[in-house]
């Protein structure tokens, strides 16, 4: 009978904690007709913290670096977080010093993920990342093994547990962001700087990983447009909704004639479509392939168990003896991403505009569509909130009027926003929305 496979842990907040909870609850079932796992090590900021956990029976490490290397283990789980410094030095630690690493962090990976998959080849070690994209949803496992026979189209979904929760509450209780922020915080389901999640930076690193099985592409987050939500205002969600939407953080990733497009932005999707149900922390993630057609994998995105679910289901593999390519193919075959400008995107969109309410205004912002060839498919204004019948004071005071768009290009809707701001219409910048029909 093999030796267990030795386990450290690196980083015990809500995920490491649930992950070295779940590794002592079901011990002896993942060890079932394989190779047993056994938690050695462990190491995080603070030791005397009270985490429902117990740790005695383990080595304790101040440095995760030190227990990267340590001789007593022979797999590294990096729960830490960031790109760069202590996650990245432990990581390449173990590496370096043959040990298979399992980690749940995509910043790591979206920043390094070549070079480390390269040197876990070189080493002949396995560096597993399920937790990181999507939380508890196997997707990652699904794009690299369950989908080897097809040629993917498009990977788009939900990647974001914080950013769905806090538009699904916006919308749902007309809470404020920063309420829902808040309570996100306290779930454990944002990052240790929500800036990731809100910013839309937590999407785009994990849209990077999905890319790069999707595609057999080199990862490269940079060629990601991202926009994040917080200038989603409860009156965008309020106008959405009475236009038959809901407000989503998508992330997408597609084949297009000039390359592959990625973006993450906040979508108008109808409220009708698979992708407006999805509320709350869950993640829906859903892939065009040319055999299958297409999948929707929906599940908890985070959160500490449904992560820990991921991490151990990888620790697992590598008890198991599963090593195989980390991006699906040998890096060498790995190809450069040929990146799509996102100028080239086309797609209706939602614009609201703060006008200045004096005669004509709507009317040249209408021309000035019209002479960028875009259709408008609807036109809304709203009254203010308190009528005046003094037509100077009326012009110095804004009030909301929202379009949406037939499919056009951003080129077009860009450069025609330009010139409305430069006619002096509008009291504000111009929130611009993209939809997605589908
Ligand atoms: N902050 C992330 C989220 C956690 O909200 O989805 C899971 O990666």
């Keep these: 009978m093999d030796q267990p496979l030795r386990v450290g842990v690196a980083g015990l907040g ?3 904690a649930s992950v070295v909870r779940i590794l002592s609850r079901r011990e002896n079932a993942l060890g079932r007709g394989g190779r047993g796992i056994r938690l050695v090590g462990v190491s995080s900021r603070t030791r005397n913290r009270d985490r429902g956990i117990d740790i005695d029976r383990c080595a304790w490490f101040d440095d995760p670096v030190a227990m990267a290397r340590s001789q007593d283990l022979d797999c590294f789980v990096e729960l830490i977080g960031g790109s760069d410094g202590v996650a990245k030095a432990a990581v390449e630690a173990a590496l370096d010093a043959g040990k298979h690493v399992v980690t749940a962090n995509k ?18 070690v396995a560096l597993a990342f399920e937790a990181s994209a999507a939380g508890g949803i196997p997707v990652v496992k699904t794009l690299r093994e369950a989908l080897a026979g097809n040629e993917i189209i498009r990977v788009s979904g939900i990647l974001n547990g914080t950013c769905n929760y806090i538009l699904s509450r916006m919308e749902q209780e007309g809470l404020s962001f920063a309420d829902c922020l808040a309570d996100a915080q306290r779930l454990g389901y944002a990052e240790a700087d929500p800036t990731f999640d809100v910013g839309g930076f937590d999407t785009a690193h994990k849209l990077s990983i999905l890319a790069s099985l999707a595609f057999g592409t080199e990862i490269d987050a940079d060629a990601i447009y991202v926009e994040g939500i917080s200038s989603i205002t409860p009156l965008d969600l309020k106008m959405a909704d009475d236009l038959g939407f809901r407000i989503k953080l998508l992330g997408v990733a597609e084949r297009s004639k ?22 709350g922390v869950t993640n829906a993630v859903t892939i065009d392939a040319d055999a299958v057609g297409e999948i929707t994998l929906v599940g908890p995105g985070a ?36 990146r799509a400008p996102m100028q080239r995107h086309e797609g209706g969109y939602y614009v609201r505009l703060s006008v200045l309410d004096r005669p004509g205004a709507a009317a040249a912002i209408a021309t000035r569509l019209a002479q960028a060839d875009i259709s408008l498919e609807s036109i809304v204004q709203r009254r203010a909130e308190t009528p005046n019948d003094d037509p100077e004071q009326r012009s110095h005071r804004a009030v909301p009027v929202v379009l949406t768009t037939y499919a056009t290009s951003e080129t077009a809707i860009r450069a025609a926003l330009e010139k409305v701001i430069a006619d002096g219409h509008i009291a504000e910048a111009p929130q611009l929305i993209r939809i997605e029909r589908e």
């Design 14 to 16: 809500t995920v490491g």
């Design 107 to 124: 910043a790591l990976l979206a920043a390094h993920g070549l070079d480390l998959a390269k040197l876990a080849e070189k080493r002949g």
């Design 258 to 279: 000039s390359g592959i497009e990625q973006r993450v932005h906040p979508t108008m999707v109808p409220k009708d479509s698979a992708i407006a149900q999805v509320m």
């Design 303 to 338: 959160g500490g168990d449904a992560t820990a679910s991921a991490v151990v289901a990888d620790i697992s593999d590598v008890a198991r003896g599963r090593v195989g390519a980390p991006f699906g193919l040998p890096t060498a075959r790995l190809d450069k991403l040929k």
